[in-house]
């Protein structure tokens, strides 16, 4: 867990973002051990593939396709500093109260967990007693999970689906509306035109 | 000193969260800002899984123990939870990555200060 | 460049073990650590995998675009039709209990079509995602 920490720290203060993404990946490894100590296997499993897969993978496509070094921060960030202190120091004021850690008689261990640990050879015959509660006794939450991994899919491919629009083939805009023209550049549009008639005259 | 040693867990986990925190508070770059997020999810991840374990435990997978003394299993519930959490926190991850693929392309950068200026402007 | 054929070799090896694997643990999720999603994840880390040693046109001939987003939503309506045919059979939506001859086998039946969909949806997602992000960049 110490090791968990020192990554933390590394990836706040680095500022090339290749070497964060790299390390966020290591930290999603070193979080799956932490789960298999902690006797969650089937949550270490789907940590590694998701964490140190999938999301290592984006952030690189995306670290591809933007820019890959963070600028320097100009003033000192003392107010989140001061907020962060502040709001640990009440979850650790919160956590005075809370059961040791490990311990078998605990509130969250007592109702429904030996319920399920009992009648879930009985009810659904699988042995594997996550698998049981995902899909049948609580299978209702994974069929709300697959609408939200669904969406997801569907939102990405509407917001990246499209080919990118280059200065090439950017559309000429129609009418000069008010509100919008605070972002497009204009001198994009007469380019295209200009180095078409600059290509015409030199190979004239 | 045995109050120390028994809560540990929580105050370790305390800290990455904070970490998490103000990474998402007080960096302005986009990526980092993510990342960020995902360190704080992780941490909660991390606090939930622990409170679920019983010491002298094992995994939450059947077994035939020897007959005379139960298997003691660690808590199933927990990880039910945690499971669906991971899954709904990539899918976060990866339309907030496209956000950004898609702010970059309108405004040329992904520094946050640089968008309110380039907002700010007439 | 001379390392680019290790790779492709390595890959060419791997790849069908990868799939293997991730068949392995959809449907041995009832005995061991596994389930619908991590086998998703492998499945769909076998796809990227390919388009990212063979390039993105390979990879978008053997699982075209249109195919991908087909296999998405189907995986959500294998799910869905499950918790449904169980209300056909006259129990309560999501009741796998009535779709066999006893409570039990019903149970197994419907576990497996349920984790067999969410595998199925969570596969194409990751595979749709990675081509989209991919395709943005050419």
Redesign the interface.
């Known amino acids: 867990m110490a090791f968990l920490a020192i990554i933390s720290l590394a990836i706040v203060r680095i500022r090339n973002l290749f070497a964060v993404v790299m390390l966020s990946g290591i930290y999603s490894l070193l979080m799956a051990s932490i789960f298999v100590i902690l006797d969650a296997v089937d949550v270490a499993f789907t940590e590694v593939a998701v964490g140190a897969g999938i999301s290592t993978i984006l952030m690189l496509g995306t670290l591809a396709l933007t820019t890959s070094r963070e600028k320097v921060p100009m003033h000192t960030p003392l107010l989140p500093l001061i907020v962060t202190f502040i709001t640990g120091a009440m979850l650790v004021y919160g956590t005075w109260d809370m059961p040791a850690f490990g311990d078998a008689s605990a509130p969250a261990n007592l109702h429904v967990a030996p319920y399920y640990l009992e009648r879930s050879m009985v009810d659904t015959g699988v042995p594997n007693v996550v698998t049981a509660v995902l899909a049948s006794y609580r299978g209702y939450d994974t069929l709300g999970e697959l609408t939200v991994i669904f969406t997801a899919g569907i939102g990405v491919l509407l917001l990246l689906g499209r080919r990118r629009e280059t200065p090439a083939n950017k559309p000429e805009p129609k009418v000069a509306s008010n509100g919008g023209s605070g972002r497009s550049d204009p001198g994009k549009n007469p380019a295209p035109n200009d180095d078409s008639s600059a290509a015409k005259d030199g190979a004239a | 000193m045995d109050f120390l040693v028994s809560h540990y867990n929580y105050w370790i986990f305390i800290f990455l969260m904070m970490l998490g925190f103000y990474v998402v508070v007080a960096r302005g770059n986009l990526v980092k800002k993510i990342i960020g997020l995902n360190i704080f999810q992780a941490s909660v991840f991390l606090l939930y899984i622990s409170i679920g374990k019983i010491f002298g435990g094992t995994a939450p997978i059947l077994i035939d123990g020897n007959g005379t003394d139960p298997v003691i299993y660690s808590n199933p519930l927990p990880h039910v939870l945690i499971l669906t959490a991971i899954v709904v926190g990539v899918a976060t991850t990866a339309l907030g990555l496209s956000l950004v693929v898609r702010i970059n392309e309108a405004y040329g950068t992904i520094e946050e200060d640089e968008i309110s200026e380039m907002d700010l402007e007439p | 460049m001379r390392h680019h054929v290790i790779l492709r070799v390595v890959a060419k090896l791997g790849i069908p073990f990868i799939m293997l694997y991730a068949l392995y643990?959809q449907f041995h999720?009832?005995?061991?650590?596994?389930?619908g999603?991590?086998a998703g994840?492998?499945f769909?880390?076998a796809f990227?995998l390919y388009a990212l040693i063979f390039g993105l046109d390979n990879a978008l001939k053997v699982a075209p675009m249109n195919v991908v987003?087909t296999f998405?939503?189907l995986?959500?309506l294998l799910?869905?039709g499950v918790?449904v045919a169980a209300l056909f059979y006259g129990g309560q939506f999501?009741d796998?209990g009535v779709l066999a001859n006893d409570?039990?086998?019903g149970?197994?039946l419907?576990?497996l079509l349920?984790?067999l969909?969410?595998g199925i949806?969570?596969a194409?997602?990751?595979i749709?995602?990675?081509f989209?992000?991919?395709?943005?960049?050419r």
Do not use: C, K, N
């Open positions: 643990v999720g009832d005995f061991g650590p596994g389930g999603f991590q994840v492998i769909g880390a990227i987003i998405i939503s995986g959500l799910f869905a918790g999501l796998y409570f039990v086998s149970q197994h419907g576990i349920v984790e969909g969410v949806t969570v194409a997602v990751m749709a995602i990675f989209t992000f991919a395709d943005r960049g």
